[in-house]
């Protein structure tokens, strides 16, 4: 997100590289992300539609009022607790565990930064990127969809007349570029592997070929 902006008010930059970057506004990409790993982790689809339509009335709050973030934090427990009632499961123990995970999780629901990413949309920013782009997703990236963003990202960079662009799906890899088995943020940390030699020898040969000449 960060490099785009920078690159089109600073002449200095040659190139940016983008790793797991997003296309598309995070209000479209959050629904994506939590059905992915929902799903990815055996969660029913009844639970997944219950966080899409949690998510979706979050937005709806950040940019409807000005409350303080402990305020936040409530209306959304709030929410929460009436998405499971309007489901009607019995499990006392089931809702404590989803509520105790979303509590864990209200720090960043309710910061200043998630706010901002929910609204921004890269797009426009993109469009304006001259310089020599690269953008790489990972094909097992539950986190920002490989996909629907790097078509985002070349659908911008084209619309703006950037003439040297490479967007790529690197296979096998997770958000964070390891060779992963399912892509869940669950086992970033249990992957020994940092980064993908696959995807550094990637950049290198880009960089190499198509923007230090350019």
């Given amino acids: 997100m960060i490099a785009p902006l ?69 209306r959304i427990l709030e929410f929460h607790r009436l998405a499971w009632q309007a489901l009607g499961d019995p499990s006392t123990e089931r809702f404590k565990e989803s509520e105790d995970a979303l509590k864990k999780r209200l720090p960043l629901l309710t910061s200043p930064w998630f ?49 040297n662009f490479t967007t790529k799906e690197l296979p096998g890899l997770n958000h964070l570029f390891q060779e992963a088995p399912t892509g869940s943020p669950t086992e970033y940390e249990k992957i020994p592997q940092t980064f993908s030699p696959f995807a550094m020898a990637f950049m290198l040969k880009w960089i190499t070929d198509e923007a230090l000449p350019y």
């Fill in 115 to 163: 706010k901002m990413f929910l609204n921004y949309d890269p797009r426009p920013t993109l469009k304006r990127v001259s310089c020599p782009t690269l953008a790489l997703g990972g094909e097992k990236d539950l986190q920002v969809p490989p996909r629907e963003n790097l078509r985002a990202i070349e659908s911008a960079l084209r619309l703006g007349g950037n003439l």
């Fill in 6 to 74: 920078v690159a089109v008010d600073n002449s200095d930059v040659a190139f940016i590289v983008l790793l797991g970057a997003p296309g598309l506004p995070g209000s479209e990409i959050v629904p994506m992300q939590n059905a992915l790993i929902y799903r990815t982790s055996g969660v029913s689809e009844e639970m997944v539609q219950l966080n899409r339509a949690l998510y979706e009335q979050i937005h709806e709050l950040l940019n409807s009022t000005n409350l303080s973030q402990e305020a936040t934090g409530e």
